[in-house]
């Protein structure tokens, strides 16, 4: 089972790798882990995917909870949050062929972000589903490289996130 947690802490030097590294030591799978500023210039948002039962869960958050950096946990559920990706897909592109990639790329509403003689750079945000589904069309012309950033999510409801976890 995969779980989202999004994570508040100071924005400190070291603190997102003493997380992964704390995470890692205990031998928890991260599944995607993403970092960014906040509204507030001192905090750092980090949103991390675990893989595991409710059991290794409950020591995730318990394990964080002791870093001094950590403001607040948060336990992002599927059906409250809004959930994002942004991935960069680089496809083979002959001159030929491009007219179906930008196609392709009008359905999904993603955006073609670098064009040369042999590759295009696509670019698309949504949910995990989406990115997978495109990539599995575009499978067929040929990926040559890929990037994706992890999930990020916020709550739907302005007052959930004061359902803490710590």
Same mark, same amino acid.
């Given at each position: 089972?995969? @779980?989202?947690?999004?994570?508040?802490?100071?924005?400190?030097?070291?603190?997102?790798?003493?997380?992964?590294?704390?995470?890692? /030591?205990?031998?928890?799978?991260?599944?995607?882990?993403?970092?960014?500023?906040? #509204? #507030?210039?001192?905090?750092?948002?980090?949103?991390?995917?675990?893989?595991?039962?409710? /059991?290794?869960?409950?020591?995730?958050?318990?394990?964080?909870? %002791?870093?001094?950096?950590?403001? %607040?946990? @948060?336990?992002?559920?599927?059906?409250?949050?809004?959930?994002? #990706?942004?991935?960069?897909?680089?496809?083979?592109?002959?001159?030929?062929?491009?007219?179906?990639?930008?196609?392709?790329?009008?359905?999904?509403?993603?955006?073609?972000?670098?064009?040369?003689? +042999?590759?295009?750079?696509?670019?698309?945000?949504?949910?995990?589903?989406?990115?997978?589904?495109?990539?599995?069309?575009? +499978?067929? @012309?040929?990926?040559v +490289?890929m990037?994706?950033?992890?999930?990020?999510?916020?709550?739907?409801?302005?007052?959930?996130?004061?359902?803490?976890?710590?």
């Amino acid at each position: 089972m995969r @779980h989202t947690l999004a994570v508040l802490v100071l924005n400190k030097p070291g603190v997102l790798a003493r997380i992964a590294g704390l995470l890692s /030591r205990r031998v928890f799978n991260i599944e995607s882990i993403a970092a960014g500023y906040t #509204e #507030e210039p001192d905090i750092t948002r980090i949103t991390i995917v675990v893989q595991g039962d409710d /059991r290794i869960l409950d020591q995730v958050i318990k394990q964080l909870s %002791k870093l001094i950096d950590v403001i %607040k946990i @948060h336990r992002l559920q599927d059906e409250e949050v809004i959930e994002r #990706e942004l991935a960069l897909i680089k496809v083979k592109a002959c001159p030929n062929r491009r007219s179906d990639i930008v196609d392709i790329v009008s359905i999904f509403r993603a955006n073609i972000v670098d064009v040369n003689r +042999e590759t295009m750079v696509i670019e698309l945000t949504g949910d995990e589903r989406k990115i997978n589904a495109l990539c599995a069309v575009l +499978e067929d @012309h040929g990926i040559v +490289e890929m990037v994706r950033t992890g999930k990020i999510a916020l709550w739907r409801n302005p007052n959930a996130s004061k359902n803490i976890t710590q």
